[in-house]
Structure formats: structure tokens, C-alpha cells
């Protein structure tokens, strides 16, 4: 089960137990990188005068606009899993409650357990996530903080990113 998907169910579940203080819509897109659907489905909220709305954001930059709408038309907009840009969040003058982990931290811990396991001549790659997203960019940046100033420093083979080339990038790294 996905990620989503697990979260999603975790909500339907709440709002059954919860069925007479607050109605839930489910919404979702159909992959991570459909920034345009989710910015249409934040309009549908706004439209419909949602009470709330609760947004894993596809890109952390392009949604920003139509959250400051949907924060503008009086509703309670939430943060998780993917944070907006604290920049254009603050370009906008927008202060968005977020719910989430600590990705950096995270992947510096992975980083960390991993240098615990490499000997020299090793090579580290990193296949990163969609290069807009705040989790993708995070965890990036952790794993070459656990990296850096070790014997292996500039020792990345890569950072291949996500996007419309990855099944090609996928079938690469499998190759080498």
C-alpha cells in the first residue's frame, strides 16, 4: 500500500468515527509530478468554500498561489508531508502550518548508517525526487551532509533527477 494511500484511509477512518463533526473529500492526483491537476483541485476546494484543506503539494513552489487564494477565500489550509518553499511562503506573505517529517535529518541518518558500512574505492550515487519538491531537494542535501568530509567527498557518481526521463535513468543505474 502507498504512502497516499495509508494517509488516506487513515482519514476516511477518522472522519467514520467522526462522521457527525465534519465531512471529508478525498481528493488526489495521479502521480507526483501532476502539479496542474492539484492546483485545479485546490480551486475546486475554494469554489465549494472548503472549511479546510489538507495538501501534500506536488511542487513546493507552484502551488503557493493558489494556497494564498484558498488562505484569502477564509480557509484553513495545512501542510504535510512535502513543505511549501519558505521563501515564496514568505514572498507571498503566507504563514502555512506544516506536519511532516524532517527529510534532511533523516537522510543524513541514512547517510551516516551507510558511511558506516562503505570501504574506499566504494561509489555512492543519488537518484533524487522531483526536483521542485522540498522533500527531494532535503534529502539530497542530507545525504551529502553525511557525506561531506568524509574520505569519499566529491565521490557521487550522480544525482540523477526525476522527471520524464527516469524510467531511461532507472534502466541506466541498473546497468552499471
Known amino acids: 500500500m502507498s504512502f497516499f494511500l495509508t494517509m488516506e484511509n487513515g482519514a476516511k477512518d477518522y472522519q467514520k468515527k467522526n462522521a457527525d463533526k465534519f465531512d471529508l473529500i478525498s481528493n488526489g492526483i495521479k502521480n507526483e509530478t501532476d502539479t496542474s491537476s492539484q492546483i485545479q483541485i ?17 511542487d513546493s513552489k507552484a502551488l503557493v ?3 494564498k487564494k484558498a ?8 501542510n504535510i508531508d512535502n ?16 506536519v511532516g517529517p ?7 541518518d541514512i547517510g551516516d548508517y551507510l558511511a ?9 550515487g543519488i537518484i533524487e525526487g522531483i526536483p521542485t519538491s522540498t522533500n527531494s ?40
Open 71 to 78: 488562505v484569502d477565500a477564509g480557509i484553513l489550509v495545512i
Open 137 to 176: 531537494q532535503q534529502r539530497t542535501l542530507g545525504f551529502q551532509d553525511a557525506m561531506s568530509g568524509r574520505w569519499y567527498e566529491g565521490g557521487f557518481r550522480t544525482v540523477w533527477p526525476m522527471g520524464n526521463e527516469q524510467a531511461q535513468r532507472n534502466r541506466r543505474c541498473h546497468a552499471e
Open 83 to 98: 513543505q511549501f518553499d519558505a521563501a515564496v511562503l514568505k514572498d507571498k506573505g503566507l504563514n502555512v502550518p506544516f
Open 65 to 67: 498561489p493558489v494556497v
Open 102 to 108: 524532517n527529510n534532511r535529518k533523516g537522510a543524513k
Open 42 to 58: 485546490v480551486e475546486q476546494m475554494i469554489v465549494s468554500k472548503a472549511d479546510a484543506i489538507i495538501i501534500a503539494p506536488s
Open 116 to 124: 558506516k558500512h562503505l570501504k574506499a574505492g566504494d561509489e555512492v
